[in-house]
């Protein structure tokens, strides 16, 4: 296949090295002339993708044109902030039937809507497909193991973007749940800032593991509400991408979520982690769609409050563990005598 990539960060730069790696015809685009020029020279991401090195038949270009017409797949790639933004952009070169793989992870904070749904909005001629699971590009670009799910509401775009993307290192599974698939991707983020947020107040590996599985039971809830089914949760998109994001060293909610932890506003901790913090963003959302259905989420909340409105994480983390006493899941009946 021909194979526009568009955008360059890391995970793009990561599935363009896997895209390569199988076969397929690849040119990256990025808005940024001087990261193009970088990658030129050196076939390398030396700021977000140190050690990965990229083959020279890579095409790389400023030019949203050269990156979209006459291609077969393309995969999108930006932060989930501009995506919108960015499909409005390329919608005059879309041709119709033309797949876009999502691989952004966020809620669209203006209308609370998913991302796939935003691009479906500016491009309405082309085939959506979204790709989530727990995927550090760190690792992809290293050949690591990895497994993920492909989400489509056609099962033939399904098995395309599966055989496209799929190789001896990364394992691809197919779902039609995309709004499940997209909303486990989205609120892992804000539970992942949770779950680092602990460990820069310096507690231990109990309280991570309450978040983790407070947090996905929080993801489910509202995510069930939305229309996603609940099996989705239990799998990749859901309890194995939050997984990943809470615990590994590479994650950048966990890393923004420690450094608040530890006493800087998310401003100085977005501006450290030098990268977009997908969870910021969706942290809004979340809340507001919280409100919307009607649906309990103190963690979401708690994370909302310490980032948002100055509220102490200490104060934010003994709310949570002192709330009134309840049962851990409400559908299982106590037995009669």
């Known amino acids: 296949m021909k194979i526009g990539v568009i955008g360059a960060g890391s995970w793009g730069i990561a599935l363009a090295r896997l895209l390569n790696l199988n076969g397929h015809e690849i040119t990256v685009w990025s808005i940024d002339p001087e990261e193009i020029a970088m990658l030129k020279e050196y076939c390398e991401h030396k700021t977000k993708l140190p050690g990965v090195i990229l ?22 790639a930006v932060p989930s902030p ?8 390329m919608a005059e070169y879309i041709e119709d039937g033309q797949i876009i793989v999502n691989v952004a992870k966020g809620i669209e904070d203006s209308s609370l809507k998913t991302l796939s749904t935003v691009i479906e909005e500016e491009i309405p001629n082309a085939r959506i497909a979204v790709l989530s699971g727990p ?15 492909v ?8 098995k395309i973007v599966q055989d496209t993307f799929m190789n001896d290192f990364f394992r691809v599974y197919t779902s039609p749940d995309v709004i499940g698939i997209e909303l486990g991707g989205a609120l892992k983020n804000v539970i992942a800032l949770a779950a680092g947020i602990s460990d820069g107040l310096g507690c231990g590996d109990n309280t991570k593991a309450a978040l983790i ?21 239990s799998g990749l998109s859901g309890i194995g991408d939050l997984i990943v994001t809470c615990a590994s060293v590479h994650s950048r909610n966990r890393r923004a979520g420690f450094l608040i932890g530890q006493g800087k506003t998310y401003s100085e901790a977005m501006d450290e982690v030098k990268m977009v913090v997908e969870g910021v963003y969706s942290a809004k959302a979340a809340r507001k769609l919280a409100q919307k259905y009607n649906v309990s989420m103190p963690i979401v909340e708690a994370v909302n409050r310490v980032l948002f409105e100055d509220y102490p994480a ?12 309840k049962d851990e899941i409400n559908d299982i009946i106590w037995d009669e005598e």
Do not use: C, Q, W
């Open 314 to 325: 200490e104060k934010a983390l003994k709310k949570l563990i002192t709330r009134s006493k």
């Open 55 to 76: 083959s020279g038949a890579i095409t790389f270009t400023t030019s949203l044109e050269e990156a979209i017409k006459g291609m077969d797949l393309l995969v999108l």
């Open 213 to 233: 599985t407070r947090g996905i039971f929080e993801i489910k809830n509202l995510g069930v509400k939305l229309g996603g089914k609940p099996e989705t949760f």
């Open 151 to 158: 989400g489509a509401h056609d099962e033939e775009l399904a």
């Open 135 to 149: 995927s550090h590009a760190e690792e992809v670009g290293k050949s690591m193991p990895t497994t993920v799910v």
């Open 82 to 89: 501009f995506i919108r933004s960015t499909a409005k952009n």
